[in-house]
């Protein structure tokens, strides 16, 4: 069985995993003085600017209707996004307003400001980008292309567990976990606080889309190693743990 676990043991032990720790964790990293984790990863891709002028990309700003009008949305139009757009969405689910003393304050929130993410794209249909995969680099509102792929959406649907509406989506979003930035605090605590932080993440990305005319689905039906060989990831010190389909409706 999947990591030498009877089905019963699995749902015990994912019950177990809910329940909160906090009081009985080892002592932390950051109480024996070692460093803090680099709030940011930078690949060394080729970089794209990002705008931080969103104004025209709002379509919708009424609270009350965003929240009514918010669903998961899974058939999308064979039209490409803008740029704006792109950038509005990827700062609404990690974006960094300041740094202080090594933590990032961002528009989303994260237990102990640690914000564990890091966030890919598959790109299909965006202007001014060429097909592939990127990675943003939040603490500078930046992207950076990590390889050309012509076929990306066929991998994209490999990588969604075959979920074969994926392929229509422009842009396909997907956050990594990097462990031990809140590990170095929170130690066994931090395996409750990520799926969290991945929560928060999601419903600002959602409402975003929804304020900017945009249809998105949140999967966590991934394959795993698939998800990570995708993204050059290497599974262990950082792997993926959610996605996110946005295309034009």
């Known amino acids: 069985m999947e990591h030498g676990l009877e089905p019963k043991e699995r749902l015990e032990h994912n019950r177990t995993a809910m329940k909160s720790v906090f009081g009985t964790v080892s002592e932390s990293d950051q109480e024996k003085g070692l460093p803090m984790p680099q709030p940011f990863k930078v690949c060394g891709g080729k970089r794209v600017a990002l705008t931080r002028e969103f104004t025209n990309v709002i379509r919708k700003n009424d609270y009350l209707s965003l929240l009514r009008d918010r669903v998961s949305r899974r058939a999308y139009k064979d039209a490409p996004l803008s740029l704006p757009e792109l950038a ?104 409750k606080l ?38 050059g990831l290497d599974g262990t010190e950082e792997f993926t743990v959610y996605a996110a389909t946005i295309g034009a409706l």
């Not at 097909?131 to 994209?156: I, M, N, S, W």
């Not at 991945?198 to 689905?217: D, V």
């Open 194 to 231: 990520v799926p969290i932080d991945a929560g928060h993440a999601m419903q600002n990305l959602y409402l975003s889309a929804e304020a900017a005319g945009l249809g998105m689905c949140a999967i966590a039906a991934y394959n795993q190693s698939v998800a990570d060989a995708f993204l």
């Open 88 to 191: 509005f969405l990827l700062w609404s689910a990690q974006g960094v307003k300041s740094v202080r003393s090594g933590l990032t304050f961002r528009v989303v929130p994260s237990g102990g400001a640690r914000h564990p993410f890091e966030l890919y794209l598959a790109v299909k249909n965006v202007t001014g980008l060429e097909k592939g995969v990127y990675h943003y680099l939040a603490g500078t509102h930046e992207l950076e292309l990590l390889r050309p792929v012509e076929d990306v959406e066929k991998q994209v649907v490999s990588v969604l567990n075959n979920q074969s509406f994926t392929s229509a989506a422009a842009v396909t979003l997907f956050f990594s976990a990097v462990p031990y930035r809140p590990e170095w605090r929170y130690v066994e605590a931090a395996g």
